[in-house]
């Protein structure tokens, strides 16, 4: 999907379409509507990061995962809007549904990207006129703008879905990874992250096409046996995963980074009520997702940027967010609290689907839920 959050905003504020809109530092109200409050970048403070941006903001160098503190001197009179999850898997529902409707072979790749195994799937006209179909089905249910990239593999498929963003149909076939693939930085290869990037740069490899010819035995002595294997085939078009259609989650988790650091004494009330909604958001996703787990953990990350995590394990597993509040709590009281806050986070992993917990014997019936 083209610019997804942005593009479902401006859905809602189709004043905005041509302007520099970015979503990030904190969530949509319960009132809703920011069109009478609408704020540009240079009156935001706070360490809220970018979620996403209009094509107009990144074009002046907004992207996701920015500081919007940094984002406000690149594009001081970009409009910030509050993000809003729940409209957004809202849409990412329905685009879905109907890309499911012409090609069901999905592997699901988050809120707003999907892969789809094409293989059995005709179209009188073409690959192409059928990519074309599938994008007016989504914009019919949704609205929105999507960009398909069409190759023999996931991996080639993910590059060429990026190469002619936003609205754009790119089919990129192994005669055509020289001219379209080479010329890319490694980045753009999905499993090279910043930091293998900037050492390939280091290393003097700037390109994809320089990349496939480095010696692989070189790559492996400067990346490990594993991953030196894997840039030598990526780099040249070879990918051999399928596309998987379903996969058991391993764990559902919500988290934030606080606007401002909280102590847990002077500001305890507001702490409370942050620590209450994020483990009635993971009970929402659990009860949408149909799971219930056994294991609740907690993640904080204090003033000096320490990370702590604690786990507890229950005997039965929940997706009631009182004993998710509760247990998540006993947590908390394991960890020292002498420090102000910056991140909170609940997460529960050891899932099962919802209906084999019913199978399981009274016996195993987690203890009465109640708040701590």
Same mark, same amino acid.
């Given at each position: 999907?083209?610019?997804?959050?942005?593009?479902?905003?401006?859905?809602?504020?189709?004043?905005?379409?041509?302007? %520099?809109?970015? &979503?990030?530092?904190?969530?949509?109200?319960?009132?809703?509507?920011?069109?009478?409050?609408?704020?540009?970048?240079?009156?935001? +403070?706070?360490?809220?990061?970018?979620?996403?941006?209009?094509?107009?903001?990144?074009?002046?160098?907004?992207?996701?995962?920015? /500081?919007?503190?940094?984002? %406000?001197?690149?594009?001081?009179?970009?409009?910030?809007?509050?993000?809003?999850?729940?409209?957004?898997?809202?849409?990412?529902?329905?685009?879905?549904?109907?890309?499911?409707?012409?090609?069901?072979?999905?592997?699901?790749?988050?809120?707003?990207?999907?892969?789809?195994?094409?293989?059995?799937?005709?179209?009188?006209?073409?690959?192409?006129? !059928?990519?074309?179909?599938?994008?007016?089905?989504?914009?019919?249910?949704?609205?929105?703008?999507?960009?398909?990239?069409?190759?023999?593999?996931?991996?080639?498929?993910?590059?060429?879905?990026?190469?002619?963003?936003?609205? /754009?149909?790119?089919?990129?076939?192994?005669?055509?990874?020289?001219?379209?693939?080479?010329?890319?930085?490694?980045?753009?290869?999905?499993?090279?992250?910043?930091?293998?990037?900037?050492?390939?740069?280091?290393?003097?490899?700037?390109?994809?096409?320089?990349?496939?010819?480095?010696?692989?035995?070189?790559?492996?002595?400067?990346? /490990?046996?594993?991953?030196?294997?894997?840039?030598?085939?990526?780099?040249?078009?070879?990918?051999? #995963?399928? +596309?998987?259609?379903?996969?058991?989650?391993?764990?559902?988790?919500?988290?934030?980074? !606080?606007?401002?650091?909280?102590?847990?004494?002077?500001?305890?009330?507001?702490?409370?009520?942050?620590?209450?909604?994020?483990?009635?958001?993971?009970?929402?996703?659990?009860?949408?997702?149909?799971?219930?787990?056994?294991? &609740?953990?907690?993640?904080?990350?204090?003033?000096?940027?320490?990370?702590?995590?604690?786990?507890?394990?229950?005997?039965?597993?929940?997706?009631?967010?009182?004993?998710?509040?509760?247990?998540?709590?006993?947590?908390?009281?394991?960890?020292?609290?002498?420090?102000?806050? #910056?991140? !909170?986070?609940?997460?529960?992993?050891?899932?099962?689907?919802?209906?084999?917990?019913?199978?399981?014997?009274?016996?195993?019936?987690?203890?009465?839920?109640? !708040?701590?």
């Amino acid at each position: 999907m083209d610019a997804f959050y942005a593009s479902v905003e401006l859905l809602r504020y189709p004043e905005l379409r041509g302007k %520099a809109v970015v &979503i990030g530092g904190g969530r949509r109200s319960a009132a809703g509507d920011a069109r009478e409050a609408f704020t540009t970048l240079r009156e935001y +403070v706070g360490r809220g990061v970018a979620t996403t941006a209009t094509y107009e903001a990144r074009a002046l160098g907004v992207h996701s995962g920015l /500081g919007l503190m940094k984002a %406000a001197r690149l594009a001081p009179d970009a409009i910030r809007l509050p993000a809003d999850f729940d409209a957004y898997r809202r849409y990412s529902r329905l685009f879905k549904d109907a890309v499911a409707a012409i090609a069901p072979h999905i592997e699901d790749r988050g809120i707003d990207e999907i892969y789809i195994d094409l293989t059995d799937v005709r179209h009188d006209a073409g690959v192409r006129a !059928l990519a074309q179909s599938i994008k007016d089905a989504v914009r019919a249910a949704t609205g929105l703008s999507s960009s398909i990239g069409i190759a023999p593999n996931k991996l080639l498929a993910k590059l060429a879905s990026e190469l002619d963003k936003p609205d /754009g149909i790119t089919i990129v076939n192994h005669d055509d990874i020289p001219l379209r693939i080479w010329p890319l930085a490694p980045r753009k290869i999905n499993g090279i992250g910043p930091k293998s990037a900037a050492k390939l740069d280091a290393l003097g490899i700037h390109t994809i096409g320089e990349l496939a010819h480095t010696d692989p035995s070189w790559l492996v002595e400067q990346f /490990g046996r594993h991953t030196g294997a894997w840039m030598h085939e990526a780099a040249h078009g070879r990918d051999d #995963r399928p +596309v998987v259609t379903f996969s058991e989650p391993k764990s559902i988790s919500r988290e934030t980074t !606080l606007d401002r650091d909280l102590s847990a004494t002077r500001d305890r009330t507001e702490l409370s009520q942050i620590f209450t909604d994020l483990c009635v958001s993971v009970a929402e996703d659990l009860q949408k997702a149909g799971y219930a787990g056994r294991t &609740i953990g907690l993640k904080l990350r204090f003033d000096n940027f320490r990370t702590v995590t604690r786990d507890q394990t229950i005997p039965a597993p929940t997706q009631d967010a009182q004993t998710i509040r509760r247990v998540a709590g006993e947590c908390l009281k394991r960890v020292p609290l002498e420090r102000r806050i #910056r991140l !909170l986070g609940v997460r529960i992993g050891a899932l099962i689907p919802i209906d084999e917990v019913g199978k399981m014997q009274p016996s195993e019936a987690d203890p009465t839920p109640s !708040l701590f």
